[in-house]
């Protein structure tokens, strides 16, 4: 198993930036890469950007590629989302989650953090 904690979530007006962080612990030789995903009440979960544990390879949604950055800290275990300009749509729920080496799917997922973006 692998266990995530994540923070950072708050309050922002549109156009600031927040960090978020999460924390890995556990099994996390069983995964082989880190993402971030959101969801707003009514919708389904959305993917925002991945990165893997080599750090090689990120990936990030259209709707965020030019404001949000991941990146990750292995000596600490940890993932960092980097939101910039951030805009009322972008209030959600923002989940951690790693990916299992065996399924290829995100079988781990934090408790989420909110994030509201205010106009």
């Known amino acids: 198993q692998v266990q995530l904690v994540e923070s950072g979530g708050g309050l922002v007006q549109a156009g600031g930036s927040l960090r978020l962080s999460c924390a890995a612990s556990g099994r996390t030789f069983d995964s082989d890469a880190m993402g971030w995903f959101r969801q707003t009440p009514g919708k389904e979960r959305e993917f925002v950007a991945a990165?893997?544990?080599?750090?090689?390879?990120?990936y990030a949604a259209d709707s965020v590629k030019d404001r949000f950055t991941i990146s990750r800290d292995n000596a600490k275990n940890t993932v960092y989302l980097q939101m910039n300009s951030l805009k009322p749509e972008d209030t959600a729920v923002y989940y951690c989650?790693?990916?299992?080496?065996?399924?290829?799917?995100?079988?781990?997922w934090g408790q989420g953090t909110q994030v509201t973006v205010s106009s």
């Open positions: 989650a790693a990916r299992n080496n065996w399924s290829g799917e995100y079988d781990y």
């Open positions: 990165i893997t544990w080599s750090g090689y390879s990120t």
